[in-house]
């Protein structure tokens, strides 16, 4: 497989062509953004862990049954990837109140949800990435009817997956954020990233938070985050 000219550059991944039109390489990145690219910083070895980890999860992902991206983890920080037509959305299921559900409904984070939630945000950086329903989304032909059934029945796959497999790990699988993009014969299918980037994960006993929100609201100990969780993975 021949990595060939970079498609395009993002906040913390690369995409490059290959010489298979079907398939993309990504490229994890160190860079970290937050508050839609206003705070900006460098996570030593996210990319790397990030790139493991998400591949490790769409494995255990497809084992259940929700089609994915993934073909191949190439090197620490790059995997081949079928190339998909992203679905402009940005698909969150929460288990319990965090970030920005806690803010818009006044409530504090913690509380356990009898049943997961689901919401889509418009994926667009000039407007900030608003909320949307999917009468919305299907009104702007971001997604047919059917499309948005599949998703929203793979991202409760997920969840159910990802939740049961992080509390193995002493970890409480609080939100996260996951995309979906079209194959060139229209099959739905899992793609982008899940990693502490994309998710809010704290240890089940503590409540420690170890993910992004460290960097987002200064904690401290954001590597060392990364690297706990990626060590639990790796079952050591
Ligand atoms: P952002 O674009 O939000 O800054 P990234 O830095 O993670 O995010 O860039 C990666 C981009 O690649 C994202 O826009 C994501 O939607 C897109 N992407 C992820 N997986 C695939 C794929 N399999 N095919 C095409 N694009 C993809
Ligand atoms: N999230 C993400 N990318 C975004 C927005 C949110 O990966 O552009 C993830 C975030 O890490 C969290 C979940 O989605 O795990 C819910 O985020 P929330 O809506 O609470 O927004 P935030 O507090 O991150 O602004």
């Not at 206003?38 to 769409?58: A, D, H, Q």
Request: with cysteine.
């Amino acid at each position: 497989m021949e990595k060939r000219e970079q498609l395009y550059e993002g906040k913390a991944k690369k995409v490059y062509l290959t010489d298979d039109p079907e398939l993309y390489i990504v490229s994890y990145k160190d860079d970290a953004t937050a508050f839609n690219g206003e705070k900006k910083g460098t996570i030593v070895g996210k990319g790397s862990i990030n790139n493991r980890m998400t591949n490790m999860l769409m494995k255990v992902l497809e084992k259940k049954g929700v089609p994915t991206h993934f073909v191949e983890e190439l090197n620490d920080r790059e995997t081949l990837v079928k190339k998909v037509s992203i679905v402009p959305l940005e698909v969150i299921i929460r288990n319990i109140s965090a970030g920005s559900f806690a803010k818009r409904f006044g409530v504090e984070e913690g509380i356990v949800f009898d049943e997961p939630t689901i919401e889509f945000s418009y994926k667009n950086d000039e407007l900030g990435d608003p909320l949307m329903n999917a009468y919305h989304a299907i009104a702007l032909k971001l997604a047919t009817r059917e499309e948005i059934e599949t998703i929203k029945k793979m991202a409760f796959t997920v969840n159910d997956t990802l939740k049961e497999y992080f509390l193995a790990l002493n970890i409480k699988l609080v939100d996260f954020k996951i995309e979906f993009g079209r194959l060139s014969d229209g099959t739905i299918v899992l793609a982008d990233e899940i990693s502490p980037d994309t998710c809010r994960l704290w240890d089940k006993d503590t409540n420690e938070k170890l993910d992004k929100d460290r960097f987002r609201r200064d904690l401290g100990g954001t590597e060392e985050a990364y690297q706990e969780v990626m060590r639990r993975l790796m079952g050591e």
